[in-house]
């Protein structure tokens, strides 16, 4: 699998240089979108790592309540947060080089950002 290189960023972990792509679910019936996160190894078309379980709400519909307003309820996914949970992957015995299925890995926002705050 590969990523497009317009639609992805590059990111290096440990010296090896990968691409990751953030993309958004629908809204459900609470307006909280989940969020997707690939990353793959940037020189060889393996398999990809995918992170799943992550969710956010869209903050213009909450932007003119700012009473209400809750940072955790806006995660913002960061470089350190996807060098992370690469780096867990890989202790995991994520190999990204040979061509296969994906690692689905599945998290929650407390897992993920537990280092933001």
């Known amino acids: 699998m590969s990523l497009s290189k317009k639609k992805s960023r590059p990111i290096t972990v440990n010296g090896y240089p990968f691409r990751f792509q953030v993309s958004t679910s629908k809204l459900d019936e609470d307006f909280n979108f989940s969020l997707n996160l690939t990353v793959v190894r940037d020189i060889s078309h393996g398999k990809s790592l995918q992170v799943k379980g992550l969710v956010t709400r869209d903050f213009w519909l909450d932007f003119s309540d700012g009473s209400g307003y809750e940072v955790e309820k806006y995660p913002v996914i ?34 993920f950002f537990k280092s933001q705050t």
């Not at 947060?81 to 929650?108: H, R």
């Open 78 to 111: 960061k470089l350190a947060n996807i060098a992370e949970i690469i780096q867990k992957a890989i202790s995991m015995g994520w190999d990204s080089s040979p061509n296969g299925k994906s690692l689905v890995f599945t998290t929650t926002n407390d897992q």
